[in-house]
């Protein structure tokens, strides 16, 4: 069945055998047709990179996302694909991405980085300028989650006034992560600090909650700004055109 609604999701991790995502084929091929159904016609895979967790490095991300090929082929999904990675911004991740080693979104204009729930990352502004000298725009995952952000805006709008693009979890304000998460999403989103929303689905019951978050999310902005977050805001993100 052909996608009604074109959104585009540029965080979810439909890639098998390199996370908690996805385990197998018919996992991810299961997991693409829900949100296909859902109104995604584009999904980017983004394994998750972070030392001492998902120990993988570009060489496995891609051969992993290329054995899948001939998978979708036969599966005739009617969903444009992509790759790229989700990158925790730790020392080991950050000298990859400076190296060449990581995986930007395809097009090569930006990419995705991760940040633990307790603490920002040392040296932030500075990586984040870095990466951007570098020709990549930073889009930070699920900010709502990272605890500093919790007492205000200041933080997260620096962030933002230097470039960075925001992406949230759709589910986030329906309380998937729960209720402090929810009011932190609520008010970036309110406050027009999101670029994008993406599903970050790891699994096919994750899909019930991105629905349910993009209709939570039009009725807190309007069709207008649900339809930039779903589906103009990240195809500025992959086409290298993000306008503040």
């Given amino acids: 069945m052909p996608c009604a609604f074109g959104y585009v999701d540029l965080h979810c991790h439909w890639v098998p055998w390199v996370d908690d995502g996805a385990a197998n084929v018919a996992d991810s091929l299961a997991l693409l047709r829900v949100l296909r159904d859902a109104g995604f016609r584009k999904v980017i895979g983004t394994p998750h990179m972070r030392t001492g967790m998902f120990d993988t490095d570009r060489r496995a991300i891609v051969a992993a996302y290329d054995s899948m090929k001939p998978h979708l082929v036969t599966a005739e999904l009617d969903i444009e694909v992509g790759l790229s990675c989700e990158h925790f911004l730790d020392d080991v991740v950050y000298q990859r991405i400076m190296a060449g080693e990581g995986v930007p979104y395809p097009g090569g204009h930006a990419v995705l980085v991760e940040f633990g729930k307790e603490f920002l990352p040392a040296m932030l502004a500075d990586r984040l300028f870095d990466i951007r ?42 309380g998937r992560y729960g209720r402090s998460t929810q009011k932190a999403a609520v008010q970036m989103l309110e406050a027009g600090l999101y670029y994008a929303v993406c599903s970050d689905a790891h699994r096919v019951s994750d899909v019930a909650g991105v629905a349910a978050g993009v209709d939570r999310i039009r009725k807190l902005v309007g069709d207008q700004e649900a339809e930039f977050l779903l589906r103009e805001g990240p195809e500025r993100v992959l086409h290298g055109r993000v306008e503040y």
Avoid at 148 to 167: I, K, M, Q, S
């Fill in 133 to 174: 000298r570098k020709g990549l725009r930073p889009v930070i995952a699920h900010p709502e989650r990272c605890h500093a952000f919790w007492d205000g805006l200041d933080v997260v709008e620096g962030l933002v006034d230097r470039g960075v693009v925001l992406l949230m979890d759709a589910a986030a304000v329906v």
